[in-house]
């Protein structure tokens, strides 16, 4: 997802409750319409940095952000998808020394599951650095069954659990140790609990 499409169809209630939640801000709707945001400076304040463009879009921030970085020790992780930039980037954190910034380009659903590889490394929140581009799947966490589903959705958007088959409602939090958003079934307080399908806690939810 954009943060554009990310935002789309968002309640008045989901919209008050999005400085208090624990989305990042970066991936918060935005009431920005010109979609010409600027690129920001990147982060040169370690000793080195691992730079991670996903997808397409990611190309233009890499480019801007090439001069800045070029006397600073680094590398350039490119990838097509979130899973390839989540495994490149947890080998290159693997090899990494004390003093290394993260910064990460690409659609709002990757880069939060860069960030929480980076983040299950040790990397503090202030040593990553985000920039979101481009569209992509989304991450949801189903809070009954515990599977995570990837689809192209938003907040407020309802998403069919891969798992048990509820609707879920994509909620205004995000966990940092999956990247994954909280999904819930959409019609919990309507649906006869006897014809509910059955949770199913044995799975770790995330934190």
Known sequence: ???????????AGTRTQLPF???????????DSDGNTEIPAPQCT????????IGP??????????????????????????????????????????????????????CLSA????????????????VPVGSGPIDVFC?????????????????DCAGCDRGLLVYYHVSRRSGSFLGFMADAETTPAATAPPDNPSQESPA
Do not use: F, K, N
Not at 85 to 98: H, I, K, Q
Not at 102 to 107: A, D, E, F, I, R
Not at 143 to 159: E, F
């Open 1 to 11: 997802m954009s943060t554009a499409e990310l935002s789309a169809d968002i309640s």
């Open 21 to 31: 939640t624990s989305i990042p801000e970066w991936a918060r709707p935005t009431t």
């Open 46 to 53: 370690g000793s080195s940095y691992l730079l991670v463009g």
């Open 57 to 110: 879009a990611a190309a233009a921030v890499t480019s801007a952000w090439a001069p800045a970085l070029a006397g600073v020790p680094g590398r350039l992780i490119e990838a097509a998808d979130a899973d390839t930039a989540v495994d490149a980037l947890a080998a290159a954190l693997a090899e990494a020394t004390v003093g290394v910034r993260v910064l990460l380009t690409g659609p709002i659903g990757a």
């Open 115 to 130: 960030r929480a590889t980076a983040v299950a490394a040790g990397v503090e929140d202030d040593e990553i650095q985000v």
């Open 143 to 159: 809070s009954h069954c515990r599977t995570i589903t990837t689809a192209d959705a938003g907040l407020d958007a309802i998403v």
